[in-house]
């Protein structure tokens, strides 16, 4: 069903939050949690963070990351928290987050946008990505 702009799935989980924060030692933190409205079993979660026109920057969920969730009980809530390294390039990036079966084809929740990014103090470059890199010379 239609949750919102933005905002789709069958809602038999849904996320009740999720938020990103640029932890010490240049990592990057999403913490989400979901609830549960029915018992569903073996939920897929996953993320994408995508520059703000629109670009696909980096994503996984738990399918791929060989997390297995065994099945979240009606009520219950699941919290995740994802880490990894900061190495997006200066500017704002948005994270959609999803909750999906194995098949792909199954959305309990899909949020776009359903948090922002911004990240500051890199070297200027043109590029997605800029992660710590150094030169020397022999």
């Known amino acids: 069903s239609e949750q ?3 905002r789709w ?4 989980i849904v996320y009740t939050s999720a938020k990103v924060t640029k932890a010490k030692n240049s990592m990057l933190d999403l913490h989400v949690s979901a609830t549960a409205a029915v018992d569903v079993d073996n939920p897929v979660f996953g993320f994408v963070i995508r520059s703000i026109d629109g670009r696909s920057v980096l ?3 738990t399918h791929i990351k ?3 969730i065994d099945t979240v009980k009606q009520g219950a809530s699941c919290e995740l928290n994802w880490k990894m390294p900061s ?5 704002k ?3 959609d987050i999803a909750i999906t079966q194995k098949d ?3 959305v309990h929740d899909w949020g776009e946008s359903a948090a922002t990014l911004e990240i500051t103090g890199k ?3 043109p590029y997605i990505v800029s992660p710590d890199i150094t030169v020397s010379r022999r």
């Open 87 to 91: 190495i997006l390039s200066n500017g």
């Open 123 to 125: 070297d200027k470059t």
């Open 93 to 95: 990036y948005v994270v």
């Open 104 to 106: 792909g084809a199954t």
């Open 9 to 12: 799935g069958d809602e038999k």
């Open 66 to 68: 060989g997390e297995s």
């Open 59 to 61: 994503g996984t969920n």
């Open 4 to 6: 919102g702009s933005g």
